[in-house]
């Protein structure tokens, strides 16, 4: 089904009362699937339902003033705005529903997600960009509450980038800036942190962006009284409200019921912000949710009678019936005419849906049944893979997981036993397993050839007798080449601009290319990340600054559940190559001391974590990130800015490469693992380790995520038999983590002769000053020591006890 839209302002009054009748249409349209969703949940055929019905009228007018360029970055009740762009049919959202692994089938997300979660394509199957001027666009929605909220921030300051800032390519991505990106959030998720910070951010930096709050008043069963003040948000927000003399939102108050009072409101927000380039908040209230909030409970439970009585009598496709009866739009016939056609249609697309989602399920069943029946003639277990069987043919409606399970277990009760009919089963597992498994677990990082870990090295080259520098200098000097190349490379953070960073690592660029491009924002981490995602799906290539690497815990969530599931979520549909760059490591004090990279190397997965020891490792990152279109968080070590290091004269070319490790110094008694600032120490106690007549092999991590794509380490350790690794993370953090790579995936545990170790820090934070530092995270004594105790069980003789 697609619905092409036409504003009210440019159309005969025969072809808006057509377009009024196509909004119904849509209007029915949408109600019919959330109504026959929810049943397909209750019957058990789809796992989970949450739906748009109550916020259709509103959704439409949306869709009205939504143009080519433009961007949505919305929640899980949009379904009615999906199919008014024409970018979700019935059978799509059933698909959504069933949970189709086929992306021609279920277009949002093959199934990786829950129904009413929808994005657009903006990406050619080769990686390269769509032209995002010619569609509309749609970010990639994500389930927790307000968190599309960060990235709708940089998707509105894009617009800004493209048409303030001179010398970028704009073909694809923007006409002249007037692009608008559109947000939706429910009432209750307005009383999020996220909610407020991307609010507040958009009204300093004035971006045209506009918010829609679905009010129904309920956030699950929790009444607006104990969401919000004053029970309305946008009386909370009036302070932001523009004036003559100030800048601030536009707001805009309308009833979710009213056609023509909506259609006008948004009309007037779209020529606000894409003329004005201004914020604009939409408080759309007295909506209603006619099936309550999901499937998961029933709203009898929570809402009185009176409520739902006004709420079945101002139900907004209702009042619009009533609407274009009372106007003589059409007639009752007419309406019922379409609604029986309409909910022909959307069961047809339904039942198809369906079929078309077993109907793999059902031809791979019917060859498994055929397989174990040849495996039982001339099994000894002839009678339990007949009872596997026969269980499979009882399950008239298969999953995968069914295949799979009964699969497998029959192959159980054949060990031990060569026939051809084994090895046939043996190949279908085999071959079932590997195409299922991918439909669920491919596109964690990019698949394409330029990945970042396919960028080869460049090394730092040098004069014969190379400058002394401090480290800030080279990332001075490297970011002053990369933005000077990339034309569309901004950064912004905490004092990023006008100081050039805390520790001068920009220092006077902002002077030299602008304070769009070389940006000071408030104290705000998760809409600075957010600002970062959405200028990377519109086609730029931001660095986004956290000052500190604790400070990553405000954008952590974002992060997370954004950024790190980008891709996998859209199959590769859409990218943001987004760079977040910080600092961290053995700062003497509870905060900024790197104790969190445990928990960030979980969470972050999809991003690539990268840890550089000094600053032209850093550089390096930076320049190999570029050449490449995916994302990753650089953590510079913050001790490092003011260290001596020898200046390269190829700066702005170098690469580092990404999963690769660097033995700094070979040795063959024991390989010492370790990265960042702690990487240095290990050097300095691998020099006095010489002295007792231990060699000691010291390998820089450099990478976690991903970490020793070559396998080095265990080439290491296959030459010196011991493994130690050394973290300034928690006990069971990162080096366990390390651990497990080396130990299984590597498969290092075979060429031990000693039990591999781990060094970590206290499982505190670390104290502060320089005796904090040093009785929390590991020291030089502690090293040395370790590595003795560890060559003292080796050869007690020759390394006897030290203490």
């Given amino acids: 089904m697609s619905f092409k839209l036409q504003t009210s302002d440019d159309i005969s009054f025969e072809d808006f009362r057509a377009q009024i009748l196509k909004d119904y249409e849509i209007a029915v349209t949408s109600r019919e699937c959330s109504i026959l969703g929810r049943r397909e949940v209750l019957t058990g055929k789809?796992?989970?339902?949450?739906?748009?019905?109550?916020?259709?009228?509103?959704?439409?007018?949306?869709?009205?003033?939504?143009?080519?360029?433009?961007?949505?970055?919305?929640?899980?009740?949009?379904?009615?705005?999906?199919?008014?762009?024409?970018?979700?049919?019935?059978?799509?959202?059933?698909?959504?529903?069933?949970?189709?692994?086929?992306?021609a089938k279920e277009p949002m997300s093959a199934g990786r997600q829950m129904g009413g979660h929808f994005g657009s394509y903006s990406l050619n199957p080769d990686g390269s960009w769509k032209d995002l001027t010619a569609q509309k666009n749609s970010s990639p929605d994500i389930s927790p509450t307000a968190g599309q909220m960060p990235r709708l921030l940089g998707l509105a300051e894009a617009s800004k980038i493209y048409r303030n800032v001179k010398g970028i390519d704009t073909t694809k991505f923007s006409n002249n800036g007037n692009e608008?990106?559109?947000?939706?959030?429910?009432?209750?998720?307005?009383?999020?942190?996220?909610?407020?910070?991307?609010?507040?951010?958009?009204?300093?930096?004035?971006?045209?962006?506009?918010?829609?709050v679905?009010?129904?008043?309920?956030?699950?069963?929790?009444?607006?009284?104990?969401?919000?003040?004053?029970?309305?948000?946008?009386?909370?927000?009036?302070?932001?409200?523009?004036?003559?003399?100030?800048?601030?939102?536009?707001?805009?108050?309308?009833?979710?019921?009213?056609?023509?009072?909506?259609?006008?409101?948004?009309?007037?927000?779209?020529?606000?912000?894409?003329?004005?380039?201004?914020?604009?908040?939409?408080?759309?209230?007295?909506?209603?949710?006619?099936?309550?909030?999901?499937?998961?409970g029933s709203q009898e439970r929570y809402k009185s009678e009176d409520r739902l009585l006004w709420e079945k009598e101002n139900d907004c496709n209702k009042r619009f019936r009533e609407w274009i009866l009372e106007n003589k739009i059409t007639d009752n016939e007419s309406l019922s005419a379409i609604e029986l056609a309409i909910k022909k249609e959307v069961r047809t697309a339904k039942k198809e849906a369906w079929i078309e989602f077993l109907s793999p399920h059902k031809e791979a069943k019917k060859t498994l049944i055929e397989l174990l029946d040849n495996l039982a003639i001339n099994s000894p277990n002839r009678a339990f893979i007949t009872k596997i069987k026969n269980d499979l043919i009882a399950i008239e409606e298969p999953l995968k997981k069914d295949l799979a399970s009964k699969s497998r277990k029959a192959l159980r009760h054949v060990l031990g036993e060569n026939s051809k009919e084994k090895d046939a089963l043996l190949l279908?597992?085999?071959?079932?397993?590997?195409?299922?498994?991918?439909?669920?677990?491919?596109?964690?990082?990019?698949?394409?050839?330029?990945?970042?870990?396919?960028?080869?090295?460049?090394?730092?080259?040098?004069?014969?007798?190379?400058?002394?520098?401090?480290?800030r200098i080279i990332l001075r000097d490297n970011f002053d080449s990369l933005f000077g190349k990339y034309p569309h490379a901004l950064i912004f953070g905490e004092d990023s601009g006008t100081i050039g960073d805390v520790n001068q690592g920009l220092e006077g660029l902002q002077k030299k290319y602008g304070e769009l491009r070389i940006a000071d924002t408030g104290i705000r981490e998760a809409t600075i990340i957010g600002q970062g995602i959405g200028l990377a799906l519109r086609g730029l290539r931001p660095i986004a600054e956290i000052q500190y690497l604790d400070y990553l815990l405000y954008g952590l969530q974002t992060l997370s559940d954004d950024l790190a599931t980008l891709l996998y979520r859209t199959v590769g549909k859409q990218k943001a190559p987004l760079i977040i760059r910080t600092r961290g490591h053995r700062l003497e004090g509870i905060w900024h001391s790197g104790s969190q990279m445990g928990g960030i190397i979980h969470f972050l997965r999809g991003i690539y974590v990268l840890v550089p020891r000094n600053m032209t490792k850093a550089a390096g990152f930076y320049n190999t990130l570029m050449k490449s279109d995916e994302p990753a968080l650089i953590i510079e070590s913050l001790n490092g800015y003011r260290l001596k290091e020898d200046k390269p004269i190829n700066l702005g070319e170098i690469c580092t490469p990404i999963g690769v490790v660097e033995i700094v110094k070979e040795g063959s008694d024991i390989t010492l693992l370790s990265y960042g600032s702690t990487l240095r120490m290990v050097q300095h106690t691998a020099q006095e380790l010489k002295e007792v007549g231990i060699n000691a092999e010291v390998i820089d991590a450099q990478s976690l995520l991903p970490f020793d794509q070559k396998n080095t380490v265990l080439s290491s350790i296959k030459k010196t038999s011991r493994l130690l690794v050394i973290d300034e993370d928690v006990p069971g953090g990162c080096a366990a983590y390390l651990m497990q790579d080396i130990i299984e995936r590597q498969g290092a545990y075979k060429y031990l002769d000693s039990a591999p170790q781990t060094l970590t820090a206290k499982a505190h934070r670390p104290a502060y000053a320089t005796d904090g530092d040093y009785f929390s995270k590991p020291n030089a004594e502690d090293i040395f020591e370790k590595v003795y105790d560890i060559m003292h069980e080796v050869n007690p003789t020759e390394y006897p006890k030290l203490r």
Wanted: hydrophobic residues 35%; negative net charge.
């Fill in 214 to 296: 679905w009010d129904d008043q309920y956030g699950i069963s929790v009444p607006a009284k104990f969401q919000t003040t004053k029970e309305d948000i946008s009386e909370v927000l009036k302070g932001f409200q523009r004036d003559e003399d100030n800048k601030g939102y536009e707001i805009l108050k309308v009833k979710g019921y009213d056609y023509t009072a909506l259609i006008h409101a948004y009309e007037n927000a779209s020529e606000l912000a894409r003329e004005e380039h201004i914020p604009v908040l939409i408080h759309v209230t007295e909506l209603t949710q006619p099936q309550g909030h999901s499937t998961s």
């Fill in 180 to 212: 608008v990106a559109w947000g939706t959030i429910g009432n209750a998720s307005t009383s999020e942190g996220l909610f407020f910070e991307t609010f507040n951010a958009a009204g300093v930096l004035q971006v045209p962006m506009i918010i829609s």
């Fill in 428 to 471: 279908w597992v085999e071959n079932f397993l590997k195409d299922s498994q991918i439909k669920f677990s491919s596109h964690l990082n990019s698949e394409l050839p330029n990945k970042a870990i396919n960028i080869e090295e460049i090394r730092p080259i040098y004069d014969d007798k190379p400058e002394k520098v401090d480290g």
């Fill in 46 to 103: 789809a796992k989970f339902g949450i739906f748009g019905d109550g916020k259709e009228l509103p959704q439409l007018a949306m869709a009205r003033s939504f143009r080519n360029g433009d961007f949505r970055s919305g929640y899980y009740r949009d379904q009615t705005f999906m199919m008014a762009l024409g970018q979700l049919s019935p059978k799509d959202f059933f698909h959504g529903l069933y949970a189709t692994t086929d992306i």
